[in-house]
């Protein structure tokens, strides 16, 4: 599936016990979130997922910090997760956060062999509903929207990831032994190919929201070329 595809999809369908605050970890995390992130490296998703559930809008921002200083240690999946309970703090800042965690799993998607990996995509803006909503109420500001877009394009290209093989294992072949990844030589030109998406994808937004009645997020649609 080609990367503008995907980027659209995404987008219509379009992560102390007890004690507050308290730093534990040699990181300098509160307890919960350094719990959650340890589960997490150690492919513990269910358990950092259900221990995520509780966490509160700090928890959340302290952990999108984490995310953003540390993007090789967990699946930029968590930028998608930790959107709607940063919401309640920082709007702009969890549209980021959930525009951030598309654009690298769309990424990291494309680089795997079994294209069929990308179906996960499409559950991205049920993890986020209240980001999601949010952006599409924006649908209209062009400013606001490619800000975004270019803010999330600058960050990916100054920073490092870890393996994209995470996304690999959402895919059929995964069920039947170790998903494959593309030649490392392919995966700067699917990074340029997404952000060249991006670079356009306002303006396809914008141009869709004034010929479309408003219309829930579940529900959007945009062209696919």
């Known amino acids: 599936m080609k990367i503008k595809a995907l980027f659209v999809s995404a987008m219509i369908f379009t992560v102390c016990l ?15 979130v350094a719990q959650m992130v340890e589960y997490a490296k150690n492919s513990d998703y269910a358990r950092a997922n259900t221990l995520f559930q509780d966490f509160s809008p700090e928890e959340a921002v302290e952990l999108g910090t984490y995310l953003e200083k540390n993007p090789t240690k967990l699946p930029p999946i968590y930028f998608i997760i930790a959107a709607d309970k940063v919401f309640e703090l920082d709007k702009d ?3 980021f956060y959930y525009n951030l965690g598309k654009a690298r799993a769309i990424e990291d998607v494309s680089m795997c062999q079994d294209k069929t990996a990308s ?11 209240k980001t999601v909503r949010y952006m599409v109420s924006r649908g209209l500001d062009y400013d606001y929207i490619n800000g975004i877009f270019e803010k999330v394009s600058s960050w990916d290209l100054k920073n ?4 994209p093989k995470w996304a690999c294992y959402h895919g059929i072949q995964s069920f039947s032994g170790e998903p494959k990844l593309l030649p490392a030589s392919e995966f700067p030109k699917i990074q340029k190919e997404t952000h060249k998406v991006m ?23 945009l062209p696919t070329n």
Not at 121 to 129: C, E, F, N, W
Not at 160 to 163: A, I, K, P
């Open 18 to 32: 007890f004690v507050v605050g308290c730093k534990s970890s040699a990181e300098g995390l509160s307890y919960n």
């Open 93 to 95: 800042k969890a549209v």
């Open 119 to 129: 179906g996960q995509l499409s559950m991205y803006s049920m993890v986020a509903p």
């Open 160 to 163: 490092d990831r870890m393996s």
């Open 199 to 221: 670079k356009n994808a306002a303006k396809i937004i914008v141009q869709y929201n004034k010929q479309n009645k408003p219309v829930s997020y579940t529900h959007l649609t």
